[in-house]
């Protein structure tokens, strides 16, 4: 339900009329800018007012009337002009990912035969992504906009000089990563497609300057771009076992002795019983793409099979939490 508010108050535009009126709003008013029901709306817009979303100000005790304004909160993640907006993620929440949890005990159901009846587990699916009307890569960029600068500081990573975000779509971690070491170039591995989009989006300064973008595919023959760090930021979640341990195991093998790779997932408790977060992730890959969430021991095996020796986990940050892996030094 209450991602429903969200989700309606989005698509009806509310909070984009709030950010260009600049200045508090009648329901009456609201509803007249946008075409919907006057009553319907101040009933929407009280809701939202309920969740935090936005503030009611100017109230008469009386009638309960008033005017509304972005609260925080929105003003941060909802406004298209704030360098934390969130709304792309939201509406690809919005319109593509809540009608696949219908699919939920169906999939519970019949385990690994749903992923196969639906064609998920393919090496190519984010070509099936990429070929929607979505803005998969404008939804993408929200998340490590806001979180990223945690991934940057999730372990000292002051002595990697050259830094490579393997699948980091249009580079949002990557100018982080710059930000945050001055000493290191850092590049971005991505599908062609991406890295073409990559260019428009580039931010203004000095730190951005020292990111490039290198196509590629990394399940095929393309080589990854030469680095002493390699990241990973919810790349392997996309991926069955098999498919997760291919992408490890190239690093690995891209890698000089002593450098590393730092997995940045929504990562599972040992005992899997939380966060919620991280089970909401699990549920909806096992939906979308027949792949999972792992808990900081199950990638640690798995970085031990592609060959990684010292592993340190750190499963405290919100909403992911970061695994540093070394190549032993010879
Ligand atoms: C879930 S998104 C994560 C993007 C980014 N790392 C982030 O956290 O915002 C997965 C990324 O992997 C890229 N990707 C998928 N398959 C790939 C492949 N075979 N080779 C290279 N990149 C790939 C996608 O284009 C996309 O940018």
């Not at 699916?125 to 929607?132: A, G, I, L, T």
């Not at 095929?220 to 990973?232: F, S």
């Not at 919620?276 to 792949?291: F, P, Q």
Request: proline residues 5%; charged residues 20%; glycine residues 10%.
């Amino acid at each position: 339900m209450k991602s429903q508010v969200l989700f309606s108050s989005l698509k009806l535009g509310i909070f984009s009329l709030l950010e260009t009126s600049g200045a508090p709003m009648t329901a009456g008013g609201i509803s007249e800018a946008i075409g919907t029901d006057t009553d319907a709306t101040r009933r929407l817009l009280d809701a939202c007012a309920g969740q935090g979303l936005l503030e009611k100000v100017n109230v008469d005790k009386e009638t309960g009337d008033g005017e509304y304004q972005l609260s925080a909160g929105s003003r941060a993640f909802l406004m298209s002009s704030s360098p934390t907006n969130m709304t792309g993620f939201v509406s690809l929440l919005a319109d593509h990912y809540t009608s696949p949890w219908q699919d939920l005990t169906q999939a519970v159901k019949e385990g690994p035969a749903f992923s196969t009846r639906h064609g998920l587990e393919q090496d190519k699916s984010f070509e099936d992504v990429y070929s929607n009307e979505i803005d998969f890569t404008g939804a993408m960029a929200g998340v490590p906009a806001v979180f990223g600068a945690k991934t940057a500081s999730a372990f000292d990573l002051s002595e990697f000089r050259s830094i490579c975000d393997v699948g980091g779509c249009t580079g949002p971690l990557a100018y982080r990563l710059a930000a945050a070491y001055p000493e290191a170039s850092v590049s971005v591995f991505d599908l062609p497609f991406v890295v073409k989009l990559a260019e428009d989006k580039r931010p203004a300064g000095d730190h951005a300057e020292r990111v490039s973008f290198i196509p590629g595919d990394f399940f095929g023959d393309d080589p990854l771009p030469a680095a002493d760090l390699y990241v990973l930021c919810r790349i392997l979640h996309d991926w069955t076992d098999d498919k997760a341990l291919k992408i490890l195991t190239k690093i690995h093998q891209s890698l000089p002795p002593g450098g590393g790779v730092l997995i940045a997932d929504t990562l599972l408790e040992d005992d899997k019983t939380g966060p919620e977060v991280s089970h909401k992730y699990d549920l909806h890959m096992m939906l979308v793409a027949g792949s999972r969430e792992r808990s900081g021991q199950e990638l640690k095996r798995m970085l031990n099979t592609a060959g990684f020796t010292e592993v340190a986990i750190k499963n405290n940050s919100y909403p992911f939490g970061h695994v540093l892996a070394r190549k032993q030094c010879v």
